[in-house]
Each structure stands twice: as structure tokens, then as C-alpha cells.
């Protein structure tokens, strides 16, 4: 989760194209979408580990629920949250542990395009998470909040870490 260039500054190029040729119109189902990568390690290996991803998924089961209360209404009905959040936290937790293969996290928090994070990609050559929860952005201004949120939020899950079996 690293950048050589200001990230704003890429995000705002991201749509400059599409903003300067295109009309942008939203549907009622559109919804941000976004992707976040693990920081490039010097052998530009850019896949999360294990134990970050054990960390990812305490934090995003532990704050689901505050998630889902920060999210616009649209956001609220259409993604349903991460199937680990409706159990109770102790045994959640040591269940997200003994995780210990990258396909098995896309099994346990739930395959289908309504869920509010998508890890559907860590076992293929891009290797991130997505956030899907956000509401759909038609300029570079109005992405750049939930590109904030979701970056921090990933970031801080890691840097942050605590003992969450023990929580």
C-alpha cells in the first residue's frame, strides 16, 4: 500500500479522461469500487500475507457493523456485510486464525457480489482487497474521501494491529 506518486494526484488522473470525453451518469446500482494492494516489497512480490490478512479480516469483522452505519442508505441495503460479522466475536476470531490458505479467505467471508469486501483476488496475479461499499463517484473530488477512508482503514488494520483473539 505504497506510492511512489501523490495518491490524490492519481486518483484525480484516473478520471480526467472520462471527466474531460465522456458524459458520467450513475445508476441506481452504482456503487465505487476499490482496490487495494499490499505495499511492494523489494522482491516486487506485491501479495498480502498470511498474517496481514488474518489481521484484515478481525478488523473488518470487529467494525462491520459502525461500516455499515457510516455508509450512505443505498450502501446499507444493497451490500450485505462480511458473513463472519453476525457471530458472536471470541469464537469469530479464533475461527478467522485458523485461516491459513489464501483461498480459504474467499471462502469464509463470503463469494458473492453483494458482499460489502471483496477477496475474490488475492489468489490471482493482482493479489487485493476490494472495498464496495462506497456510493458511486462521478468526479475525481467525490472519490477521493472513500479512496482515503478504504486506504487508511486497510493501513491501520495492519499497522495497528492488536491481539484480537483477545478482544
Known amino acids: 500500500m505504497n506510492t ?3 495518491w490524490q494526484r492519481e486518483v484525480h488522473l484516473v478520471f480526467s479522461i472520462p471527466e474531460e470525453y465522456c458524459e458520467i451518469k450513475q445508476t441506481v446500482g452504482c456503487f465505487m469500487h476499490i482496490h487495494v494492494a499490499p505495499m511492494q516489497t523489494t522482491d516486487l512480490d506485491q501479495k ?3 498474517v496481514q490478512l488474518q489481521i484484515i479480516l478481525n478488523v473488518i469483522s470487529y467494525y462491520d457493523a459502525a461500516i ?3 455508509m450512505p442508505a443505498e450502501g446499507r441495503t444493497i451490500y ?3 458473513p463472519t460479522s453476525r457471530r458472536s466475536r471470541k ?7 485458523k485461516i491459513k490458505m489464501k483461498p480459504m ?3 469464509e467471508m463470503g463469494q458473492d457480489k453483494y458482499q460489502s469486501w471483496n477477496f475474490g483476488h488475492l489468489t490471482n ?3 487485493n482487497i476490494e472495498f464496495r461499499r462506497p456510493p458511486g463517484v462521478q468526479t475525481a473530488a467525490d472519490a477521493k474521501p472513500w479512496t482515503a ?3 487508511s482503514f486497510i493501513n491501520m488494520a495492519i499497522t495497528m494491529s492488536i491481539g484480537w483473539a483477545k478482544v
Do not use: H, K, S
Request: with cysteine; charged share 20%; aromatic share 18%.
Open 80 to 82: 450485505r456485510p462480511t
Open 48 to 50: 498480502y500475507a498470511m
Open 149 to 151: 477512508y478504504t486506504l
Open 4 to 6: 511512489n506518486e501523490d
Open 91 to 97: 469464537p469469530l476470531f479464533f475461527i478467522l486464525e
Open 68 to 70: 455499515t452505519q457510516i
Open 105 to 107: 479467505v474467499y471462502r
Open 125 to 127: 496475479q493482482c493479489g
